[in-house]
Structures are given as C-alpha cells and as structure tokens.
C-alpha cells in the first residue's frame, strides 16, 4: 500500500520500494523479486492513473510516445538482468537508490530557490518540442533530449524492475513542458508500457514468479495508488516528497548494508 501511495501521489519513485520488499521482506529470488515487481508496478501505476485520467492530467498521445521509445531499452535492460550475479543486483540497486534520493533533494531546492526569486515555476509549459506550422519547426536538442532520456528509463526499467518516474517527470516537465500535475498523471502510462515491455522480454527465461504473492501484492498496492491519487490533490507534495525521501535513504542504506559483503 505504501508504494502504491507513492506512486499514485508523486508519480515515481514509489516503485523502487517494490524489489527491496519483496527480496527481504518476503524472501523472493533477486531475479524473480525483478521480474515480479514488473508486473506489480505495471498494473498499479495503470491504476493509480484513471484518476489522474479523469481530472485531465493524462496526456495520452505524449505519455505513448514516450513509453515507446524506451522499449528498446528495457529490453536490453532485461537481458542484461540476468548476466548479472544477485549480490551485484542488489548492491547496484542500493546505489540506484540513494541516487534517486539525491535526485529529489536537489530538485526540491531547485524549486524552492526558483520561488525565491520569483522565477518561472517548476513544471510550467515551456513549449512543445514540435511545432505544426506552413513549415514544420523542430527543437531537436530537446528531440533528442527525450528520445536518450526514455531509453534511459528503458533501460533502468529492464534491469532493475523499477517503473523510472524519478526520471519520468522531470522528463516530461522539462522535455514537454508538462506542468507538474500532468507529468505525474502522464508518467504513470509511461511506466505502464515500460513496465510491459520489460516483462514480456523476461517471460520464458526461466524465472519462476510466485502468482498468489504477486497477486495480493498487487491489490495492496493497487488500493494504495488509488488512496495517493487523492492525497496529490491535499496534502503539499514537498512533505510527501520529504516523507519518502527519508524512507528511501533508509531503505537503500539496509539494501546496502546486506548486500555490499557478499561482494568481498
């Protein structure tokens, strides 16, 4: 449920909760807690957006594009998945971690310095990266700015079994000039299609998934996605993003802490 009321609230970052859940709370395989938490983040970022949907912050045809784009990524990241020995995984997984942690730290303070001096404020349109005019203008820094960045997420979506919002919305804020609203609303279909793609690359690659598990997982997380969409719209999102930041960094540290000796 916590996951998915941070997904459904923030739009990201929420997912990478799931693989440390399921290896050390409920003992699942590295690979199988990877290839489980595909599915388990696939369906619920899908959830938690029909609210997001229903009050217009879902842009489908961008959200689309985007998710397509990083399909060749995460299947690349898939296969690599399982070259890699579980203690490594996981150690990567600690550090993916407390990276996205710092992410959100900083993107805060950009924030608030922003406010502070009366900028622009984050997330708002800054114009799309083609234009439909009697010639076709293309801002292709920002074109290629977008396709790199939803390989990336492609890419972490395969190898990790994370959804990638942490790198989805400021994408989508940034590269399409989505207000924030609308980037988490449209990161969720993102994930969705990433999260998809991925898995059907890891299907019949010898993994074996606990079905129940998955299944009551999924539901919890499900009703915690639909609670979060709620919650976006009462309660600041700088606490909630300060509540989480602080969970990730604990999180990532135990990952850490168990996963760094059996390297040596």
Not at 36 to 63: C, D
Not at 177 to 194: D, R, W, Y
Request: net charge positive.
């Amino acid at each position: 449920m916590l996951i998915g009321l941070s997904l459904g609230a923030l739009g990201g970052g929420g997912s990478i909760l799931t693989v440390p859940a399921l290896v050390y709370l409920l003992g699942q395989d590295p690979r199988a807690a990877t290839t489980g938490s595909l599915l388990i983040v696939g369906v619920t970022a899908l959830a938690g957006m029909a609210a997001h949907y229903r009050a217009g912050r879902v842009r489908v045809a961008q959200g689309v594009v985007f998710g397509v784009l990083g399909i060749a990524g995460a299947y690349l990241g898939s296969r690599l998945s399982t070259t890699v020995p579980p203690a490594v995984l996981l150690a990567a997984f600690s550090v993916l971690m407390l990276v996205v942690a710092a992410m959100m730290v900083f993107r805060r303070r950009a924030q608030l310095r922003a406010a502070a001096v009366g900028e622009v404020e984050a997330g708002s349109p800054v114009g799309p990266v083609l234009q439909v005019r009697p010639t076709l203008v293309c801002d292709c820094p920002r074109v290629v700015k977008v396709v790199v960045t939803a390989s990336a997420v492609g890419l972490l979506t395969g190898f990790f079994g994370v959804g990638g919002g942490f790198v989805v919305v400021p994408a989508l804020v940034l590269a399409l000039g989505f207000t924030m609203p609308v980037a988490v609303g449209t990161s969720l279909l993102v994930i969705a299609i990433n999260s998809t793609s991925a898995l059907l690359s890891r299907i019949g690659h010898g993994v074996h998934l606990d079905w129940t598990l998955i299944g009551v997982f999924t539901l919890a997380a499900i009703i915690g996605s639909l609670l979060g969409g709620r919650l976006a719209t009462r309660v600041r999102p700088e606490r909630l993003t300060s509540a989480f930041t602080m969970l990730l960094v604990v999180v990532a540290l135990y990952t850490a802490a168990r996963s760094f000796p059996q390297l040596v």
